[in-house]
């Protein structure tokens, strides 16, 4: 039976997964990331969390209060830091995104905006980051409150508005310096809009919508068939004026502008400037049956 709850959402994954199995084979690769699953689900277990579900070399858990969550994130970030060192380990970093807000339970399993939200957050983090959204800083305590600071926006599927990104410093003696608040948009620039052209199809990414996601599954904004193509291969977002790919699959995303300027882009992001072609999969060239043409507007 489906139930409504509000709770933190956490999700936490190993940096660059795919790098360690091929520099460090098989063994010691999939052992190192077990050991990073386990301190990320004894830390939940620490914090009154629930472990939903292991997804690869992600953990995503819930927790009652932001609080509870972030001492749990805290908690990964330092026992991985220390023990992927011990005995000749790999070196390894994680990144953790949070987000607070409604869910749907069924059975073990959360569903709702809030999921899609912390998941955002999460791959906007960086190696050793623990990035939450504003809503989420305004749960909670005022003393861990004084520990974050906004670093950016970002735009999140199936909202309007954007959100504020936050940091929580659990290294203050790492952290850089930085102005406190950041503008949410660039006043003195025009709006400008982003046409996809893929055959008979054209998608515009503008002030009026500001994210798409394309791949092979149906419910993307723009749906390309291919056997090299993930579910959910890429989006593009505006943000403050500018036009970012990023890309969530297998394959990677190729892209080659006018000047033909060619750029790969794997589980990373690159801005789109003036026009060209976008590849999903693999290289296409224009007239190619499955290119995609990008063209920014002024």
Same mark, same amino acid.
Not at 37 to 61: H, P
């Given at each position: 039976?489906?139930?409504?709850?509000?709770?933190?959402i956490?999700?936490a994954?190993v940096v660059?997964?795919?790098q360690? +199995?091929e %520099?460090f084979?098989?063994t010691?690769?999939?052992e190192?990331?077990?050991?990073?699953l386990?301190?990320?689900k004894?830390a939940t +277990?620490?914090?009154n969390g629930?472990?939903?579900?292991?997804?690869?070399?992600?953990?995503?858990s819930?927790?009652?209060t932001?609080?509870?969550a972030m001492?749990?994130a805290v908690m990964?970030?330092?026992?991985i830091?220390?023990?992927?060192?011990?005995d000749?380990?790999?070196?390894?970093?994680?990144?953790?995104?949070?987000h607070?807000g409604?869910?749907?339970?069924?059975?073990?399993d959360?569903?709702?905006?809030?999921?899609h939200t912390?998941?955002?957050m999460?791959?906007?983090a960086?190696?050793?980051q623990i990035?939450i959204s504003g809503?989420?800083v305004e749960?909670?305590?005022?003393?861990?409150?004084?520990?974050? =600071?906004q670093?950016?926006?970002a735009?999140?599927r199936g =909202?309007?508005?954007?959100v504020?990104? +936050?940091?929580?410093v659990?290294?203050?003696e790492?952290?850089?310096?930085m102005?406190p608040?950041?503008e949410?948009?660039n006043k003195?620039r025009?709006?400008?809009?982003?046409?996809? @052209?893929?055959?008979?199809?054209?998608?515009?990414v503008s002030?009026?919508?500001k994210a798409i996601?394309?791949? =092979?599954?149906?419910? @993307?904004d723009?749906?390309?068939?291919? @056997?090299l193509?993930?579910?959910?291969h890429a %989006?593009i977002?505006? =943000?403050?004026g %500018?036009?970012?790919?990023?890309?969530q699959?297998?394959n990677g995303?190729f892209?080659?502008?006018?000047q033909?300027k060619?750029?790969?882009?794997?589980r990373d992001s690159?801005?789109?400037?003036d026009?060209?072609?976008i590849?999903l999969?693999?290289?296409?060239?224009a007239?190619?049956?499955?290119?995609i043409y990008? %063209?920014t507007?002024e």
């Amino acid at each position: 039976m489906a139930k409504d709850l509000e709770v933190a959402i956490v999700f936490a994954d190993v940096v660059g997964s795919t790098q360690l +199995y091929e %520099k460090f084979g098989d063994t010691q690769a999939s052992e190192t990331v077990a050991l990073c699953l386990d301190v990320m689900k004894d830390a939940t +277990y620490q914090f009154n969390g629930t472990v939903i579900k292991t997804i690869g070399d992600e953990v995503m858990s819930t927790f009652e209060t932001v609080d509870d969550a972030m001492g749990a994130a805290v908690m990964m970030q330092s026992r991985i830091t220390t023990e992927t060192k011990k005995d000749g380990g790999i070196p390894v970093s994680i990144r953790i995104g949070c987000h607070f807000g409604p869910v749907v339970q069924e059975q073990n399993d959360i569903f709702g905006a809030a999921v899609h939200t912390a998941n955002r957050m999460t791959s906007q983090a960086k190696a050793k980051q623990i990035v939450i959204s504003g809503f989420t800083v305004e749960q909670m305590s005022p003393e861990l409150r004084n520990q974050t =600071r906004q670093i950016d926006v970002a735009t999140v599927r199936g =909202r309007i508005d954007e959100v504020a990104l +936050y940091e929580l410093v659990w290294q203050p003696e790492e952290a850089t310096s930085m102005l406190p608040t950041i503008e949410w948009e660039n006043k003195s620039r025009r709006a400008s809009k982003l046409l996809l @052209n893929f055959r008979d199809t054209t998608v515009e990414v503008s002030d009026q919508r500001k994210a798409i996601n394309m791949g =092979r599954a149906d419910d @993307n904004d723009l749906v390309i068939k291919g @056997n090299l193509i993930s579910r959910i291969h890429a %989006k593009i977002e505006m =943000r403050r004026g %500018k036009f970012v790919l990023v890309d969530q699959s297998t394959n990677g995303t190729f892209l080659q502008n006018t000047q033909g300027k060619e750029t790969f882009v794997r589980r990373d992001s690159t801005e789109l400037a003036d026009e060209g072609t976008i590849g999903l999969g693999r290289a296409e060239k224009a007239g190619s049956n499955l290119a995609i043409y990008y %063209k920014t507007i002024e």
